[in-house]
């Protein structure tokens, strides 16, 4: 039975391929995550501003984003662009823009959330100590506004990385890509192919998410105070 | 005895919305002296205190501290602050520091005082208050009546020139009020000036020298607290201490009232 699966990895340039899509999907996830964090604070903040307008655009943006399924964002950014306005986007740009699009609307939400949250009587005391406007958000806000965050940050980050197949359907060829056209070829005289290269794809999968899920729980605990 | 002015407020109004919470309030605070101010829910009491450092801002009248105005404006109110000191009810401790980060961290940022020397005085202050040994606890580790106690001190390690306390044993469970109210005690015989927002009426007899009984947003009284709690001059103020007599009620009364209610 492992001989089966060694035949599948061996295989011409399986493992290689396999490797590939792996780092396509990191590539995907770590770019869009990251842009995610830093344009989502930025919004994030937009969203607690006290201007109407800003208000108004950012709510509309955040429930836009998620009323809209991901793989519709995908095809709407790759097909229609490029047929109805000739803008040709390569695939795996379209990707990081729509993954980055949604992770932003997700990340200012949060952020939002974790800043309204805050005690106004937090602010109130480090007023009354002298500190200014810029030092009480830099000594007490947003130290007590990231570890709020932390939870709901690490969360975001799993699901993208998760949610990253769906950009087969527009021709990326990432992990679980790779390995369904492995497992259709290897398939037809191994009918333990799915088997070996899904359950290889999922201990990949986990390896990634398993550290980030760590992370999360040890600063909590490291917070608890 | 006092003698110099700290802080004047002259003809102060301030309004939310419609509702006029202050109208017209004229107080005088001289140095060492302690002013407790009493009044029902809602009488403006608490607004005036954060007034007086620049929470709300003011609709007209004057405040003076020092006798320099700093509601003309041009107030930069992080710098005011420093010499008031402001201790809420609710339990206002940054949760993400320790005591003595928490006691540092306006000396230090604010003042950008030496740390050594502030260290040394907040430890001084932490154990008059008998909680030096909670020095590197964190405020989810503390009572109520030790999370208040943490934010008098500071306070006062601003080295401020008048403390304003608002209503700070409100949200305490009974048995921690005492300790807090020793410490606002003891700070009163060291000659601090300080303008105390209460209901503990025991209490503000005890430390007042001065009491201010106001009633929808005006200074109906002012007396020393004998005189207040003894015989107060207005029906209002006979009113609002009635309220914590229970010596009218004898025993008669009570029996009558049970079996009445029976």
Redesign the interface.
């Known amino acids: 039975m492992l001989d089966s699966a060694v035949s599948i990895f061996t295989a011409g340039r399986n493992m290689a391929r396999l490797m590939e899509g792996l780092w396509i999907t990191l590539e995907i996830s770590a770019v869009s995550v990251a842009l995610s964090m830093i344009f989502g604070i930025a919004v994030g903040l937009l969203m607690t501003s006290r201007h109407r307008f800003w208000k108004i655009a950012t709510r509309l943006y955040l429930e836009t984003v998620r009323v809209i399924p991901i793989l519709v964002l995908l095809f709407l950014f790759y097909y229609t662009l490029s047929r109805n306005w000739g803008i040709n986007l390569n695939s795996v740009v379209v990707a990081v823009l729509v993954f980055t699009l949604w992770g932003t609307a997700e990340m200012a939400d949060l952020v939002r959330g974790a800043i309204t949250s805050m005690p106004n009587h937090q602010r109130e005391s480090g007023r009354a100590i002298g500190l200014t406007e810029a030092q009480i958000n830099r000594y007490i806000i947003i130290p007590q506004a990231v570890r709020r965050l932390i939870p709901g940050v690490i969360n975001l980050t799993t699901r993208m990385i998760k949610t990253t197949p769906f950009v087969f359907f527009i021709n990326v060829p990432e992990l679980t890509k790779v390995g369904q056209q492995i497992v259709e070829v290897a398939g037809m005289k191994n009918y333990m192919a799915s088997f070996w290269v899904y359950g290889f794809i999922f201990f990949l999968y986990f390896i990634i998410c398993w550290p980030i899920s760590k992370l999360s729980l040890h600063l909590e605990s490291k917070w608890q105070n | 005895m006092p003698c110099r002015t700290v802080l004047n407020i002259i003809d102060l109004h301030k309004r939310y919305g419609q509702l006029e919470v202050l109208h017209g309030v004229s107080l005088e605070v001289k140095k060492g002296q302690v002013l407790v101010v009493v009044g029902p829910s809602g009488c403006g009491k608490s607004t005036l205190l954060r007034c007086i ?3 709300e801002p003011i609709d007209s009248g004057n405040i003076e501290l020092n006798g320099g105005s700093i509601t003309d404006g041009k107030t930069r ?3 005011v ?2 010499k ?3 201790v ?1 009810q ?1 339990y ?5 520091m320790t005591v003595m980060e928490n006691i540092l ?2 000396p230090l ?3 950008g005082r030496n740390r050594a020397e502030v260290e040394h005085e907040a430890e001084e202050l932490l154990e008059r208050v008998g909680l030096l040994d909670r020095r590197d606890s ?4 503390l009572s109520g009546g030790q999370k208040q106690r943490v ?1 008098i001190v ?2 006062l390690c ?1 080295q401020p020139e008048i403390m304003l306390f608002d209503e700070v044993t409100a949200s305490l469970d009974p048995e921690m009020v005492r300790e807090v109210l020793d410490v606002m005690l003891e700070l009163a015989r060291r000659g601090m000036t300080m303008i105390i927002v209460t209901h503990e009426m025991a209490f503000a007899k005890a430390v007042a020298d001065r009491v201010i009984f106001m009633d929808a947003g005006v200074i109906v009284e002012s007396a020393p607290p004998d005189q207040f709690f003894e015989n107060p001059a207005s029906e209002r103020a006979r009113k609002f201490l009635n309220i914590f007599q229970f010596t009218g009620v004898t025993k008669e009364e009570q029996t009558d009232e049970k079996n009445g209610s029976n």
């Open positions: 450092n620049g929470l109110w992080n710098l602050r420093q008031i000191g402001m809420f609710s206002d401790l940054f949760p993400h961290l306006g940022k604010a003042q964190w405020p989810g580790q934010a500071r306070a601003m």
